[in-house]
């Protein structure tokens, strides 16, 4: 089970779900820049590259990836998508093939795709060597480590689809949101002490600690999380939230309205007890907007600092 949930957390969350850059990636010595962004093709052919995919017919396993081929213009290639695709809303009318993680060969055979655009964490692996095997193309997206990478990932996808001029307009968007970002971040005062919640009902509660792509997005927007004891998601705990004592609680809209919005959320363990739940301090931001690092990543991040009080 934990598997899955991280996956889930991941794409929605994300992945991209990894995601936006946190303050000690900022401040690396030049020396450990990270390598230059990429995209790899799974191939039946030798030697294929993302030059040589036929893209007319393209199964896309990933939300963030779904919002991006969308937001190219590239959406009416699209004949299926994963679980994990919900935006944009017309995504809901295309057929799905199941969890990204989970992948059946027999259903995406039967929309004859041309390839298949999915994040780095997609499998079983055997199930896409079937497909590889079949003439279908897998061209794997990794998920941006830094903001940088996220602006590489849309041009990359440009460069894929053949929609490169769109893709710039889209990464340029992208950065200057970020940038603007960084901007209020550096004129809050002090950093809004901050807990992530990943819910998915009352029994499916996750904290975020340090690593995740809702720590790396409260470290974008100024803030600091609340837990820094350990790396990726537990379970949430009466102990654990009420040691945070976050003044802020952030959760993906989709996962508040799964527990009965803010006052379910209070009636949560411990969460009551905690400065952010004394005052009904609450932030519930679109999941694939907070934790994809996709397209609408910058209005999550002005939502969340506008929260915090940050000047527009």
């Not at 598997?3 to 010595?29: D, F, I, N, W």
């Not at 995919?53 to 190219?72: C, K, Q």
């Not at 600690?209 to 990726?232: C, H, K, Q």
Request: aromatic fraction near 4%.
């Amino acid at each position: 089970m934990t598997r899955g949930l991280l996956a889930t957390t991941l794409a929605v969350a994300v992945a991209l779900a990894a995601v936006a850059c946190g303050r000690g990636a900022e401040e690396a010595p030049a020396a450990s820049a990270a390598p230059a962004y990429a995209l790899t093709v799974q191939s039946a052919t030798p030697g294929r590259d993302a030059r040589d995919v036929d893209t007319s017919r393209i199964v896309v396993a990933g939300g963030p990836l779904t919002e991006i081929v969308f937001a190219l213009g590239a959406g009416d290639r699209v004949v299926g998508v994963d679980r994990t695709s919900i935006f944009p809303p017309e995504v809901r009318a295309l057929p799905s093939v199941g969890m990204f993680g989970e992948l059946g060969a027999e259903g995406i055979l039967a929309l004859s795709p041309t390839a298949i655009v999915a994040t780095t964490e997609a499998g079983p692996a055997a199930v896409l060597e079937q497909l590889a095997a079949a003439g279908v193309d897998i061209v794997r997206v990794p998920d941006p480590t830094r903001p940088e990478d996220a602006a590489e990932r849309v041009r990359a996808l440009g460069d894929l689809l053949g929609v490169r001029p769109r893709a710039g307009e889209v990464a340029g968007a992208l950065e200057r949101g970020v940038d603007a970002a960084r901007r209020r971040a550096a004129a809050l005062e002090g950093r809004p002490r901050t807990l992530f919640v990943y819910a998915r009902g009352t029994k499916t509660l996750l904290v975020s600690g340090r690593g995740t792509p809702a720590d790396r997005m409260i470290a974008l927007a100024g803030g600091e999380n609340a837990i820094s004891g350990f790396d990726g998601f537990k379970p949430l705990t009466a102990e654990a939230v009420v040691a945070a004592a976050p003044d802020w609680i952030l959760i993906p809209r989709r996962g508040l309205a799964s527990v009965g919005e803010v006052d379910g959320l209070l009636a949560l363990p411990g969460v009551a007890r905690t400065p952010a739940g004394e005052h009904r301090r609450v932030v519930a931001i679109d999941d694939l907007a907070l934790l994809g690092f996709g397209p609408r990543a910058p209005e999550a991040l002005a939502e969340l600092q506008t929260a915090w009080g940050a000047a527009p």
